[in-house]
C-alpha cells in the first residue's frame, strides 16, 4: 500500500519560484520510479519529470532549464523545484510512483501562475 500526498502549490507570479512536495506513505521500492506530472484545464495529462531511486533524472522539453525533480528516500519525499514559472505552468501538479505492483497517484496540487 502506498499513499502520495502532494503539497506546495499556489499562485504565484510569471517569473517566480515554487517548490512541490510529494510525501509518501508506506514502503516504497528502492528500484521504483518517481514522476511529476500535470494536466492543464482542456488537456491531457503529460511528463513533467522523472527519477530513479538511484537520482537519474529525466525532464520534458519545455521543462528542462527551470525544473529539477529530486528525491530523498530516507524521508520516503519527491520533490520538484520549479523556477522562473509562466503562465503555461498553470496546471494540477501529481505525483506518481511506479512499482512492480503497479503505479500510485496523489491526489494532486493546484499551481497557478499570473500573468
Known amino acids: 500500500q502506498v499513499q502520495l500526498v502532494e503539497s506546495g502549490g499556489g499562485l504565484v507570479q510569471a517569473g517566480g519560484s515554487l517548490r512541490l512536495s510529494c510525501a509518501a506513505s508506506g514502503r516504497i521500492a528502492s528500484s521504483g520510479v518517481m514522476n511529476w506530472y500535470r494536466q492543464a484545464p482542456g488537456k491531457q495529462r503529460e511528463l513533467v519529470a522523472s527519477?530513479?531511486?538511484?537520482?537519474?533524472?529525466n525532464y520534458a522539453y519545455s521543462m528542462k532549464d527551470r525544473f529539477t525533480i529530486s528525491r530523498d528516500n530516507a524521508k520516503n519525499t519527491l520533490y520538484l523545484q520549479m523556477n522562473s514559472l509562466k503562465p503555461e505552468d498553470t496546471a494540477v501538479y501529481y505525483c506518481?510512483?511506479?512499482?512492480?505492483?503497479?503505479?500510485?497517484w496523489g491526489q494532486g496540487t493546484q499551481v497557478t501562475v499570473s500573468s
Open positions: 506518481k510512483a511506479v512499482q512492480v505492483v503497479g503505479s500510485y
Open positions: 527519477i530513479t531511486s538511484s537520482g537519474r533524472t
